[in-house]
């Protein structure tokens, strides 16, 4: 229970990150952070038994610059929401795939790269998608760096965090 994720927020109740349980009551401790809302369970000591916390919120105003995407196998799966983007399969067995292959003068961005089941991917091989009568189902773009991308794979289960996440609804075409 301590490795729980809790909800950092900065003074202003910006998302800044995700920390465990642990972590966050230390935070609270040391009164450099204050508990918005509780998890289901409990910290435990020989004399005392405390809950803990799900969001937490700093006392005083972190500065930092903009969040910026990277370009890595999980977040190409998270932006296509682990779906193929050829067939439409939801899964977590997952390949990445060129649209445009590297042989072929594609690069390594993310307007060229693709989340694709095992089967499509190896019928696509190092072909473009139409030579291989294949098509995308939605064009591969670069997401915004928002808290909604930042934090959508925590948002299914930690249904207390929602009321923090600007926008945490699916947006149009991310279903």
């Not at 405390?50 to 500065?63: A, E, G, Q």
Request: charged letters at 25%; proline letters at 7%.
């Amino acid at each position: 229970m301590v490795n729980s994720a809790v909800l950092v927020l900065n003074q202003n109740y910006e998302p800044l990150n995700v920390c465990n349980a642990r972590r966050a009551f230390v935070l609270v401790d040391r009164g450099k952070a204050e508990v918005l809302e509780h998890n289901s369970g409990y910290l435990r000591s020989p004399s005392y038994s405390f809950l803990l916390p799900s969001v937490i919120r700093l006392v005083y105003l972190i500065r930092r610059p903009r969040p910026q995407m990277r370009l890595t196998r999980k977040e190409i799966f998270s932006r296509d929401h682990y779906t193929c983007q050829y067939c439409g399969k939801r899964t977590h067995d997952l390949t990445l795939d060129h649209v445009v292959p590297r042989n072929k003068g594609g690069q390594h961005v993310w307007e060229n790269l693709v989340s694709a089941c095992k089967p499509c991917n190896h019928r696509k091989a190092g072909k473009m998608p139409q030579e291989a009568r294949m098509r995308l189902l939605r064009e591969p773009t670069r997401p915004p760096a928002t808290a909604f991308y930042l934090f959508y794979d925590y948002l299914e289960r930690e249904v207390e965090w929602r009321k923090f996440i600007p926008g945490w609804e699916v947006p149009n075409g991310y279903s």
